[in-house]
């Protein structure tokens, strides 16, 4: 199983970055997949899910209106559209499938155990 995030890099306050996570070796339509950040010091948070049964999504607040969580399960790929960045959002974003977690991890600290599989990260630095 293989989750590869990507699209990470340096953007200045109020820019705009889409990160993409590729998986194989999943059957990626059966799977909840998230994304979760890391911020130097802190603990991993989990932003955003979006559900494979019916494409449902949830959003923690502190990204909620500005970030937006898709997936195109033709290419099995997730995706995440963030605007507006503030540098807040700094961080090592993961992406993470799980069979059926979704909103339990979003908005609140994770542990690895608690996905069945994570990628590895993409850093966003939101900085002048």
């Known amino acids: 199983v293989q989750l590869q995030a990507s699209g990470g890099g340096l953007v200045q306050p109020g820019g705009s970055l889409r990160l993409s996570c590729a998986a194989s070796?999943?059957?990626?339509?059966?799977?909840?997949i998230a994304w979760f950040r890391q911020a130097p010091g802190k603990g991993r948070e989990g932003i955003s899910c979006?559900?494979?049964?019916?494409?449902?999504?949830y959003y923690a607040d502190s990204v909620k209106g500005r970030f937006t969580i898709s997936r195109d399960n033709a290419k099995n790929t997730l995706y995440l559209q963030m605007n507006s960045l503030k540098p807040d959002d700094t961080a090592v974003y993961y992406c993470?499938?799980?069979?059926?977690?979704?909103?339990?991890?979003?908005?609140?600290?994770?542990?690895?155990?608690?996905?069945?599989?994570w990628g590895e990260g993409t850093l966003v630095t939101v900085s002048s």
């Open positions: 993470a499938a799980d069979q059926w977690r979704c909103a339990q991890a979003v908005g609140v600290e994770v542990r690895p155990g608690d996905m069945d599989y």
């Open positions: 070796g999943i059957p990626f339509d059966t799977y909840t």
């Open positions: 979006i559900r494979s049964s019916d494409g449902g999504t």
